[in-house]
């Protein structure tokens, strides 16, 4: 669903959208780690699986795609642009000052998150800023909401205020699906269900090797390398993995 705060879009995102985020994260632990390649390796995880992984990653973020020179297009690009350099800025001040200040909320917010360039930098602002939500509001942080909260003013003291976060969510929102909010063209619809084709198609990907290392892979810190594992902390536990959920309606093209 779109929620709109003036006329920046900003949208909850579904395990689907998700998905390039967490095949990111596996595909990077499974090409840097040999110990972790040799585990996967020996249940078919090939050179050719891992290229597959990668290109449909690549496919869902239109890697090296054709803009046309429209509107739209110039603003997703220039979104990209942007958040490309803004996060290692961004990120190396507000961890020196939660350091200071508030590390259990650092440890939190920066757990497994560091700058990255083109697309990896949206995927990683989108944690960012994904985490700073939980410190305002989730339900599941309440027992630390009071020191949660002072971190965030310390980040907002500093300039990261609630109206740059809502302005950095929506150039995250266009960078990742060129939406500006109209009604939607045709064409633009046709784009859509596409997008949700290689969306499905990278999820079934995915979930077959995040369920095969979940099965046969037994070190906690080699699973919190692919990304289906936090590092511990107290009393706390791993979130289980969605199952992949039926892609959202898309009107067909007029």
């Not at 449909?56 to 110039?74: P, R, V, Y």
């Not at 998150?113 to 509001?137: H, I, Q, Y």
């Not at 909260?149 to 699906?177: F, P, Q």
């Not at 990278?202 to 070190?219: G, P």
Request: proline share 6%; hydrophobic share 40%.
């Amino acid at each position: 669903m779109w929620h709109s705060t003036r006329s920046v879009p900003i949208r909850t995102r579904t395990p689907l959208e998700e998905t390039p985020n967490r095949a990111l994260e596996f595909l990077r632990g499974a090409g840097l780690w040999i110990s972790i390649r040799k585990i996967l390796a020996s249940r078919g995880y090939t050179d050719a699986e891992h290229e597959a992984g990668w290109n449909l990653l690549l496919i869902c973020s239109n890697f090296n795609g054709k803009f046309d020179h429209t509107e739209q297009a110039t603003e997703v690009r220039e979104a990209m642009i942007e958040l490309d350099a803004t996060d290692e800025p961004l990120f190396r001040w507000s961890r020196a000052s939660l350091d200071r200040f508030h590390p259990e909320q650092a440890a939190f917010v920066f757990d497994g998150l560091e700058p990255s360039t083109g697309m990896g930098a949206v995927v990683s602002m989108s944690k960012f800023l994904g985490r700073l939500d939980a410190l305002e509001n989730s339900p599941e942080r309440e027992a630390t909401r009071t020191a949660d909260h002072a971190a965030l003013a310390i980040l907002e003291s500093r300039g990261l205020t609630k109206a740059e976060r809502v302005r950095l969510a929506g150039r995250v929102a266009v960078a990742m699906t060129g939406n500006s909010g109209e009604a939607a063209s045709p064409d633009e619809i046709a784009e859509e269900q596409k997008r949700v084709k290689d969306l499905i198609a990278l999820r079934a990907w995915y979930v077959e090797w995040a369920e095969m290392a979940r099965a046969v892979i037994k070190r906690r810190d080699q699973l919190v390398r692919l990304g289906l594992a936090r590092r511990k902390r107290s009393k706390d536990l791993d979130a289980p993995e969605p199952a992949v959920p039926a892609p959202p309606a898309v009107p067909a093209p007029a």
